[in-house]
């Protein structure tokens, strides 16, 4: 009796070693900060970190479709899994971000993160998504500083929108070699996009030989800009740049026409008026008025345009939904790149390993360009930049987005 029940016990454990070896060799983490675990019948979970409430709610709603398109293109899988979009929103505010980061760290199941919009929302945000150990690219937040390791940089922040150490250089030149202006004026509201904007476009303008009269700046929910206006025209600047966002910008523009000293004043704004709602919410001030923005061309783009008017209707309602495209794909390709697959169909995604993939990003032919990230996470090449001109057929016409008038 004791050798047949031997004899059980082996094939019983012969058995058991044999059914784990149909399932192939386990599964086993070995990534220094760990690794994301999806079993055979769960999806892979990417998130959105966005906003899309308020008077900034066009910018997350365009990034938002850039990034269901993208998963729409992979039919809604990758691995073999499907793909959960779940997100935040962020608010375009410092609150709002570190709030939104908070959720997204705590569910340990999302791989990577398409965010945030603004880049106030990701100084406030990014330690703590860094420190849960995902990543995050940004398909619009534009500051230098979170790009820079001396400033706000953290590990796992990527970037596929420009860095305004490149868009304000881009904005001065076009202010001073092409409209001819030598004295300017900057108005921001505080933000690290707005701030460190103007302060580039001055530095820049200063040394083409410019002159910047006033620099300055108006609280995020002001609506009485004449008090600083008036400062600013008591210099009548040729050029009065002010890269903030709605609503306060349609205020600066529209009750400029009320000030002495800046009836020849040429307004210029950034991406963060280029927004459908923009020229129709100032009225005939906007007549005129130049911005800087993401200028995209090219047959993928209008497929791109195509498959927006498609999904949602119209044309996206600002200019970086082909970046949020880009973003979500690199982050799908380096995935595929890294994910290790089980005999079952489990999943074993390394994060340290899928930050190393996205940093090695080379020659990734995007929407937006031909994009390469480097060690602090700037993965735009500065080529889908341009300059635009509103006109009254974008005031009252109903037209968007405005004609491209110069691009470097």
């Known amino acids: 009796m004791k050798r047949i029940a031997l004899l059980l016990l082996a094939a019983l454990l012969f058995t058991l070693a044999l059914s784990a070896c149909s399932g192939g060799d386990e599964l086993v983490c070995e990534d220094t ?47 073999d899994h499907d793909i959960n979009l779940k997100g935040e929103d962020s608010g375009c505010s410092a609150e709002g971000g570190q709030t939104a980061a908070q959720k997204l760290a705590a569910d340990t199941q999302i791989v990577g993160i398409i965010g945030s919009s603004c880049s106030s929302e990701a100084t406030a945000g990014l330690p703590i998504i860094s420190e849960a150990g995902m990543l995050m690219i940004s398909p619009s937040n534009t500051a230098p500083a979170l790009t820079d390791k001396e400033g706000t940089w953290h590990p796992g922040y990527y970037r596929t929108a420009h860095n305004d150490l490149f868009q304000g250089r881009v904005a001065a030149d076009y202010a001073y070699n092409e409209l001819g202006a030598r004295t300017a ?3 921001h509201d505080g933000s690290p996009y707005a701030d460190g904007l103007q302060g580039v476009f001055a530095n820049r303008f200063k040394e083409l030989g410019g002159t910047v009269t ?4 108006v609280n995020v929910g002001d609506t009485d800009m004449r008090p600083i206006l008036t400062n600013v025209g008591a210099g009548s600047p040729d050029v009065l740049y002010f890269p903030i966002f709605e609503p306060e910008g349609n205020f600066i523009a529209a009750q400029s026409k009320e000030v002495a000293g800046l009836e020849n004043t040429i307004l210029f704004g950034a991406d963060g008026l280029l927004s459908e709602s923009f020229p129709s919410g100032t009225g005939p001030a906007a007549v005129g008025m130049y911005l ?3 200028y995209v061309e090219g047959d993928a783009y209008q497929q791109l345009l195509a498959k927006w008017d498609t999904k949602f209707g119209g044309s996206p309602p600002s200019g970086f939904h082909a970046h949020a495209y880009d973003a979500t794909n690199i982050l799908l390709d380096a995935i595929e790149k890294v994910a290790l697959k089980g005999d079952d169909g489990t999943l074993l995604i390394p994060r340290q390993a899928l930050r190393d993939a996205v940093t090695a990003t080379a020659g990734f032919r995007g929407v937006t360009g031909t994009l390469a990230c480097n060690e602090t996470g700037d993965c735009a090449t500065g080529e889908a930049l341009g300059i635009y001109r509103i006109t009254d057929a974008e ?8 004609e491209a008038v110069w691009t470097p």
């Open 33 to 79: 900060i760990g690794c994301v675990t999806v079993a055979p019948d769960e999806p892979i979970t990417i998130a959105y970190m966005l906003t899309i409430s308020g008077a900034t709610a066009f910018l997350g709603e365009d990034s938002r479709g850039g990034i269901q398109i993208a998963i729409d293109d992979r039919g809604g899988k990758l691995l």
């Open 185 to 187: 004026a900057t108005i």
């Open 214 to 217: 006033f620099q300055g700046a």
């Open 292 to 294: 800087s923005g993401p």
């Open 395 to 402: 005031v009252s016409g109903g037209n968007w987005p405005p």
